[in-house]
Every structure is written in C-alpha cells, then in structure tokens.
Nanobody
Framework: QVQLVESGGGLVQAGGSLRLSCAAS????????MGWYRQAPGKQRELVAT???????NYADSVKGRFTISRDNAKNTVDLQMNSLKPEDTAVYYC???????????????WGQGTQVTVTV
C-alpha cells in the first residue's frame, strides 16, 4: 500500500503564510506527479498545484504568484508554501500522488487524509 501523510494546516489571518507538507511511504515502484488539491464547503475538489518528478510545475490561476510547490524526490515529500493567504483559500487541502506500485502496472492516484486551512479576515 501507499500512504500519504499531510501536516502543516491551521488557522491564519489574511495576508499570512502557511506551509503544508506531505510524505509518501509504503511499497511502490515509482511516484510520478505529486500535488495539492483543495475542497471548500459545498464546492468540488479543485487542483491547487502539481509537480512532476522532473520538477515541472502547474498552478491554479487563483494561487499563481502566492503559492509555491516543491518536491524532494529522495525523501518522497511534497511541500506547498502558501503566502498572502486570502479567506477564499479556506478549504481542506489534500495531498495527491500518482504512483506506479509495480513496474508493469498503470499509475493510479493516492490521496492523503486532508488538512484544514482556515484564513480569517
């Protein structure tokens, strides 16, 4: 199995910063992309940022210039540095990894349990 464990959520005032971290563990052949998604109450889960094993990044327009995703392939971790936070960033943030468990298998998505980020005015 593959486990993703997130940390770093919390409560912050608008304009503040938070850093989310996610560590992957378990038995697998390789991890392709890793990323962060979020889900606000009453809304669908949406992409925040992703990063490939080669370091290519993709961001939602709403977070460009404020959030930075980074990855340590040796440690199988992915971080999300969130600056200039806004109340609309309030959501449960989920870590995602696209994992190949055995070399002959297709990649599949794995998810963390989610961590709450609340931004107050």
């Amino acid at each position: 199995q593959v486990q993703l464990v997130e940390s770093g959520g919390g409560l912050v005032q608008a304009g503040g910063s938070l850093r989310l971290s996610c560590a992957a563990s378990g038995s697998y052949y390789s991890i392709n992309a890793m990323g962060w998604y979020r889900q606000a109450p009453g809304k669908q889960r949406e992409l925040v940022a992703t990063i490939t094993s080669g370091g290519s990044t993709n961001y939602a327009d709403s977070v460009k210039g404020r959030f930075t995703i980074s990855r340590d392939n040796a440690k199988n971790t992915v971080d999300l540095q969130m600056n200039s936070l806004k109340p609309e960033d309030t959501a449960v943030y989920y870590c995602n990894a696209v994992v190949i468990r055995r070399y002959y298998q297709s990649p599949r998505d794995y998810w963390g349990q989610g961590t709450q980020v609340t931004v107050t005015v």
